[in-house]
């Protein structure tokens, strides 16, 4: 797709090859006047690279953490109808936020009456 990159952090790079794959995706996204960059766990090596990475671009960057499928879901929906970036990534976390649900197993006991109705 368009203006979208990713990096794989292999079991063998060091946290330095993380950050020579970012650059080398970021030279990819030239044409782009800001970046969304996503990463699975806030504060993994990911993570802790993007913002390392991100203090030393000039261009706009925001960084998440803790990214899931409803996240990328709503991102990949409103990329183009969304131009401003800080609201594409408030949209994606509030929405990733709503996705996090636990199913609650609720007994209902059957109210009796006491005229026997």
Known sequence: PCNVEYVDFEETDSTEDLKKKYYASLENLDNCD???AL???AGGSPFKTLVEVKTEIEKTMEVIGGTNLPMLL????????IDDLHSLSESAIE???SGVVKFEFI??????????I
Do not use: A, F
């Open 39 to 41: 990463s699975d766990l």
């Open 95 to 97: 929405v990733g936020k």
């Open 74 to 81: 709503e991102i990949s929906m409103t990329k183009d109808i």
């Open 107 to 116: 007994v209902h006991e059957d109210d009796e009456s006491e005229d026997g």
């Open 34 to 36: 800001s970046i969304l």
